[in-house]
């Protein structure tokens, strides 16, 4: 599965965002999906992640209540709204598969996308 998100840019805190993600492959359906970030100097941290089959979400702390995370499966695409964002939000987000049991990544990254927050 190939992967390309977008529809990062510069917002300012407060704002919102959304960002979708494209995967190549007729398989896209059978993969639980996640929204990664890496902020400047970090590491890459999972915030939000669903289940195959749509049914189940998973959150990190830093952003619950404020990003929703959806799919659809028609159009191979996994979504990442983002609102009241936060200058801590900036980062390079990434879309990928999750071993949902473990929630760890699982196969290759595709491109980034890059969120700005000022304050």
């Known amino acids: 599965v190939q992967l390309q998100a977008s529809g990062g840019g510069l917002v300012q805190a407060g704002g919102s965002l959304r960002l979708s993600c494209a995967a190549s492959?007729?398989?896209?359906?059978?993969?639980?999906m996640g929204w990664f970030r890496q902020a400047p100097g970090k590491g890459r941290e999972l915030v939000a992640a669903?289940?195959?089959?749509?049914?189940?979400?998973y959150y990190a702390d830093s952003v619950k209540g404020r990003f929703t995370i959806s799919r659809d499966n028609t159009k191979n695409t996994v979504y990442l709204e983002m609102n009241s964002l936060k200058p801590e939000d900036t980062a390079v987000y990434y879309c990928g598969s999750v071993y949902w049991a473990t929630m760890t990544h699982v196969g290759s990254w595709g491109k980034g996308t890059l969120v700005t927050v000022s304050s």
């Open positions: 492959g007729r398989t896209f359906s059978m993969y639980s």
């Open positions: 669903i289940h195959s089959s749509g049914g189940r979400t």
